[in-house]
Nanobody
Framework: QLSESGGGWMQPGASARLSCVAS????????TAWFRQAPGREREFVAA????????YHADAVRGRFTISKDSARNTVYLHMNSLKPEDTAVYYC?????????????????WGPGTQVTVSA
């Protein structure tokens, strides 16, 4: 199971950190990703990290502002968000791909968290 936290209302230009904690059976190798979905739009890839933590990928829309990281001891993946913009407003989801490497496609992920709302507004 996955559980996200850290969302809320933020001002443009602010920074925030989202957390995704894995619970239950965590002995399998899995890649973890963040996706987001704004009202009326399709779910889109934000960032992904390999199980080892050594390979990281970020979408063009967030590269240079967002960073994905992992704390394996805590079974937690983070999304560090800087210079937030109103267009970053969305529900952010954490997803895991069991036994696989990272992917940009949401269809490749097996387990999803319930999501956390991020609203960026003055």
């Amino acid at each position: 199971q996955l559980s996200e936290s850290g969302g809320g209302w933020m001002q443009p230009g602010a920074s925030a950190r989202l957390s995704c904690v894995a619970s239950g059976r965590t002995d399998s190798s899995y890649a973890t990703a963040w996706f987001r979905q704004a009202p009326g739009r399709e779910r889109e890839f934000v960032a992904a990290i390999r199980y080892s933590g050594r390979n990281k990928y970020h979408a063009d829309a967030v590269r240079g502002r967002f960073t994905i990281s992992k704390d394996s001891a805590r079974n937690t993946v983070y999304l560090h968000m800087n210079s937030l913009k109103p267009e970053d407003t969305a529900v952010y989801y954490c997803a895991a791909r069991i036994g696989g490497v990272e992917s940009y496609s949401s269809r490749d992920y097996d387990v999803w968290g319930p999501g956390t709302q991020v609203t960026v507004s003055a």
